[in-house]
């Protein structure tokens, strides 16, 4: 398979990291890539050192695709805001750029900067700025609103109809959402099987969550669940440190805080759950503004098991309760741990809550996701810019 379409990737992130965003771009990069877009990706590297190659990126985050990698030399590359005033200068000043049709990034700062420079750019967020910083509408507006500015994908409605309501050309707007990658949930990994390989009871109800382990992402929310389920184990994975979490879950015997996994083995994780949790808090997403659909979500849906989540807006794009999720109020503890402790006493309501998950989650892979894109960004390249 080849494509027209020569994309270059230009990205503020220092990798190899177990952040999110990177799993999720180097997913997007690696399935374009399949697709036989030809895909390089931009990223800074520590002064006097090689950078990290694409075959150390397809090791590291198991992903498999033909894209290449390009490096811009940054001090103090450790340093986040030192090294994203530099990369964005970079950008916006004419750093030297391989060959290219389009700039594809999901850096805010990266994006306003490639506008300038006066780039075709396509950008990718989760984010719905216009909201959550009021003060950015203008700017957003203004650089959206430039005959450079192919398109933006966003990964939720929530997030694209902030953007939709500053007047910006709909048809430049798309929601494309994230995705899994089948391979870590072959019909071979049983829940029987998942759990012996990882040391979990066969006997117990078993609540699992998967991600990074911190009070902004609501996971306090999860030790009072346990508190209101004790004959359930918890098991949250994804740690990685000592932080508030982590140190309160440890005055819970039925909570089991487990390091950050490799992709493949926190899918295990998700298979050997009789319930798949994200937390029940709006946190995320109100306070922190940053977890819009959570990425983990895909993963649940690819594993085929009961999901508890919060009824936030963007969740509720994709579960609803009582067809393929149980969804209760945010920050609603008492409804939250009478719906679990209800999940986990009722074995048919979670088989069918299960398969419908399952269904849900089908299409949402990362190969679907990129032939949408790849179509979006050729047609919009080849329409003008409306006045």
Request: hydrophobic fraction near 45%.
């Amino acid at each position: 398979m080849s494509s027209p379409l020569r994309l270059l990737y230009a990205w503020d992130r220092y990798l190899p990291t177990t952040a999110t965003d990177a799993e999720q771009a180097t997913s997007t990069i690696a399935a374009l890539s399949r697709r036989g877009v030809r895909v390089t990706l931009m990223l800074p590297r520590a002064l006097g050192k090689p950078g990290i190659t694409a075959d150390e990126l397809r090791t590291h985050y198991k992903v498999h695709g033909d894209f290449e990698v390009a490096h811009v030399a940054t001090p103090l590359v450790s340093q986040l805001l030192l090294r994203k005033a530099w990369f964005t200068s970079y950008v916006a000043f004419g750093g030297a750029f391989p060959a290219h049709d389009v700039v594809y990034t999901r850096n805010s700062a990266t994006f306003l900067a490639l506008i300038t420079r006066g780039e075709k750019v396509v950008y990718d967020t989760h984010r719905a700025w216009p909201d959550h910083v009021p003060l950015l509408k203008p700017v957003f507006k203004l650089a959206m609103t430039r005959n450079n500015f192919v398109g933006a994908v966003f990964h939720s409605d929530y997030a694209r109809l902030a953007y939709e309501r500053l007047g910006i050309e709909p048809a430049r707007l798309a929601t494309m959402r994230n995705g899994f990658d089948p391979a870590r949930f072959t019909s071979a990994v049983t829940t029987h099987a998942a759990r012996v390989e990882l040391g979990l009871p066969l006997d117990r109800k078993l609540v699992v969550y998967t991600g990074h382990i911190s009070a902004m992402k609501g996971l306090g929310t999860v030790l009072t669940l346990a508190e209101r389920c004790p004959d359930a184990l918890f098991v949250l994975v994804g740690s990685e440190g000592d932080g508030s979490v982590e140190r309160a879950a440890r005055k819970h015997t039925n909570v089991r805080v487990l390091p950050w996994q490799a992709y493949d083995v926190a899918a295990k994780y998700m298979v050997s759950a009789d319930v798949l949790l994200l937390p029940p808090s709006s946190v995320g997403l109100k306070v922190a503004g940053h977890t819009v659909l959570p990425m983990k979500l895909y993963g649940y849906l690819a594993a085929g098991r009961a999901v508890l989540a919060p009824s936030t807006p963007d969740i509720a794009e994709l579960l609803v309760d009582g067809q393929n999720a149980v969804l209760v109020p945010p920050s609603d503890l008492t409804a939250a741990g009478d719906a679990l402790a209800a999940l986990l006493a009722d074995d048919a309501r979670r088989e069918r809550l299960a398969q419908a998950a399952h269904e849900t989650g089908k299409e949402l892979t990362w190969d679907t996701r990129a032939e949408k894109l790849e179509r979006f960004i050729l047609s919009s390249l080849a329409r003008p810019m409306a006045p």
